[in-house]
């Protein structure tokens, strides 16, 4: 009698394993390492998407991505990111102000951002201004226009670089709020222009705007219609719904366009752990940063709740929706040689990638890609270098040490001239193969909406 049951849990596990592992033709059953080729020719699709869903990790390099990996789960684990099944490279050099036609090797995050943005190469500190201050259309501007729903969310102030470069055109990164435009008095609107970048966020209207940099939106516009109010004000004018916490975003309705602003400056850190030292630490854990309360929602929740409105707004339209998510402080904590809230971040970045990825299996007819803006400083090194270390015990059990060494540690690190990875899946996602330009992202997501 224990032999028939043996013998019938035997065959159960083998027809449930069957059931759900579609096994290639080509591979033997077992086989760790299948052919590919079946798999990558069905990823390439041609044609439009009717949604095109743009995930950027700022200052996330192959080796914030490898760093982040280990530490989560392991070496031998694979993110979310890391499951797009087409991937390629791309070239992130700025020009130089003064002279265009050279290069500029290391750019910030406005002329990336103005890279996939408009297509154009700008230099560093411009926000989607050609070199000599024209403002040139964004594909948040070319989408809204064709009649697409729009979304721009990011763990930063919405007036940083890479949400900004998507509503607004000034001539310098700095010009956040209408107190704020020293170095922009071509945009200034007492002088004609269109505004600080707060307030030509909200002129923009997109239908979802979630991050931090609430005290810009505080700020008293100058001139205008709307002088004497605040750029919120403004926002409330124009019919946005505003919400400051994560209890009035989960209550927003769709029917409206939603203006969240969490936190006064950039959102808090997910982690905190070790500060490097120039003689290296013990080994460590990252923990959960008590200091962020439940007030601010996490990226991945900014994430689900722009896609749900969004997915609700175009259900019955013919035209689908763009949205931006950044998970925006990666770079921020490689900039502060601060590995555990880096990784934090990255992960937390993993989890809104897994919210687009799960949105995509029930709507294939959306391009999803994952990139970074610009490489950064974290290094994984063997032991303790001529710079700052931190030792961490990743989810392997294993030791890894990171090493910065661009700054002192009470400077920032610097950014790195590396070209970046680039993942996408969906229509037109064969674009990214091989190693491409970053101002060719933006002719990929164009085609894809047909804008």
């Not at 064709?146 to 055109?169: I, K």
């Not at 002088?227 to 004018?237: E, K």
Request: glycine share 10%.
């Amino acid at each position: 009698m224990s032999v028939l049951r043996s013998r019938r849990r035997q065959v159960a596990v083998v027809l449930a394993a069957l059931s759900v592992v579609a096994v290639p033709a080509v591979a033997v059953a077992g086989d760790s390492h299948p052919d590919k080729t079946r798999a990558a020719k069905h990823a390439i699709k041609g044609g439009k998407a009717r949604n095109v869903i743009l995930l950027i990790g700022d200052g996330m390099g192959d080796s914030e991505i490898t760093i982040a990996r280990n530490y989560q789960v392991g070496a031998a684990g694979r993110l979310a990111m890391d499951t797009l099944p087409l991937s390629g490279a791309y070239t992130t050099y700025a020009v130089q102000k003064a002279n265009p036609s050279l290069p500029d090797y290391v750019t910030d995050s406005a002329a990336s951002g103005s890279g996939w943005s408009t297509g154009h190469k700008t230099y560093n500190g411009a926000i989607s201004v050609l070199p000599d201050g024209k403002p040139v259309p964004t594909i948040l501007e070319l989408a809204e226009k064709a009649g697409f729903r729009t979304g721009d969310v990011t763990t930063a102030e919405l007036q940083d670089a890479t949400p900004a470069v998507l509503g607004s055109h000034v001539v310098s990164r700095d010009c956040k709020g209408p107190d704020a435009m020293a170095a922009c008095a071509v945009n200034d609107k007492r002088n004609g222009g269109a505004g600080s970048i707060a307030e030509q966020l909200v002129q923009t209207r997109p239908d979802v705007l979630l991050g931090g940099g609430k005290q810009y939106f505080d700020q008293t516009v100058k001139a205008g219609q709307y002088q004497g109010m605040t750029v919120l004000q403004q926002a409330q004018a124009g019919d946005f719904q505003i919400v400051t916490d994560a209890a009035g975003l989960a209550a927003a309705s769709g029917d409206k366009p939603i203006l969240g602003a969490f936190a006064k400056n950039n959102m808090d850190l997910e982690w905190t752990g070790p500060t490097p030292t120039l003689t290296g630490t013990a080994p460590a854990k990252c923990v959960v940063n008590a200091a962020r309360t439940a007030a601010q929602p996490h990226l991945a929740d900014m994430a689900g709740k722009a896609l749900q409105v969004l997915d609700k707004q175009t259900r019955h339209s013919r035209r689908g929706f763009f949205l931006q998510i950044e998970g925006a402080s990666i770079d921020k904590q490689d900039h502060a040689a601060n590995p555990c809230g880096q990784i934090g971040e990255t992960v937390a970045f993993d989890a809104a990638v897994r919210k687009a990825l799960d949105y995509q299996r029930s709507h294939p007819d959306t391009l999803v890609v994952v990139t970074a803006d610009h490489g950064h400083t974290s290094q994984i090194v063997e032991s303790a270098t001529l710079g700052y270390t931190a030792t961490l015990t990743t989810y392997d059990g294993a030791n890894m040490t990171i090493s910065y060494a661009t700054a002192p540690i009470t400077g920032s690190q610097q950014h790195t001239g590396t070209q970046v990875r680039i993942a996408a899946g969906g229509p037109q996602a064969a674009n990214v193969l091989g190693v491409t330009n970053q101002t060719d992202l933006f002719f990929t997501m164009k085609r894809a909406l047909g804008v």
